[in-house]
């Protein structure tokens, strides 16, 4: 599904990253864990194409998105990947079904479509009452289901957590991470979550561990 080969990043003189080889399966959901600065959130930006590594290689079902450049890569990013992370970053102006209805509108999705597709999701994610609700009118919890509907607007194989419950009470923690095992057993996506949440990471098919822009196991 997702491979890296001897991803590098520095920035400046501190390198962050300094070889790193992975492995993701299809429908897994894999946690990368790790002290603040060792190099998790500069990780998953790189699998997300968010960013590039100076060096190394990323393939998605065997498509090295290395080669993909601007629009191509772009769409390729909008198809493929969804993204979820601490702080939701829902556009405060836009009602939640709108929200949630963007990447499909920049994926070139009609209205009628799109919206008929976020509300599909946000029906399994029991938020059906709540659709034309804007950010504020929302609780923590509810605003990152919100958040995490968007991530599926496109059908993504993978979806991208960076600390996705950092910002939750005890209550929506755990009813967000019972979430994302539902989603890949309904859904079939595939996950990869940044956590400093230790009872997140004991839940996953397989934890990563990075110290010192290395991977020490899990690999």
């Known amino acids: ?49 968010l960013d590039r590594p100076d060096s190394g290689q990323i393939t998605y079902d065997g498509t090295d998105v290395g080669r993909l450049k601007g629009r191509a890569l ?27 209805c963007i990447p499909a509108y920049i994926a070139g999705k009609s209205k009628v479509d799109a919206e008929a597709r976020a509300s599909e999701i946000l ?8 659709m ?32 996705p419950s950092g910002n939750l009470d ?3 923690k755990n009813e967000l991470h019972k979430l994302f095992f539902r989603l890949r057993d309904n859904f079939g996506q595939t996950f990869v979550i940044v956590t400093h949440d230790r009872q997140l990471a004991n839940m996953s098919d397989r934890i990563l561990q990075i110290k010192d822009g290395l991977i020490i196991n899990g690999s």
């Open 132 to 163: 034309e609700h804007k950010p504020s009118e929302l609780s923590g919890g509810e605003q990152q289901r919100i958040a995490v509907a968007r991530a599926l607007i496109n059908n993504p194989s993978v979806v991208l957590a960076d600390e």
């Open 123 to 130: 029906g399994f994610l029991n938020l059906t009452d709540r």
């Open 1 to 49: 599904m997702i491979i890296t080969r001897g991803i590098t990043k520095s920035f400046g003189e501190l390198k962050v990253l300094k070889g790193i080889d992975i492995e993701v399966k299809a429908k897994e959901v894999v946690t990368i864990v790790g002290a603040s600065g060792a190099g998790k959130t500069t990780l998953l930006q790189i699998i997300g194409t």
């Open 74 to 100: 772009a769409t390729f990013r909008n198809r493929n990947i969804g993204f979820v992370f601490q702080f939701h970053q829902l556009l405060p102006e836009f009602t939640a079904l709108e929200n949630v």
């Open 170 to 172: 005890s209550e929506n």
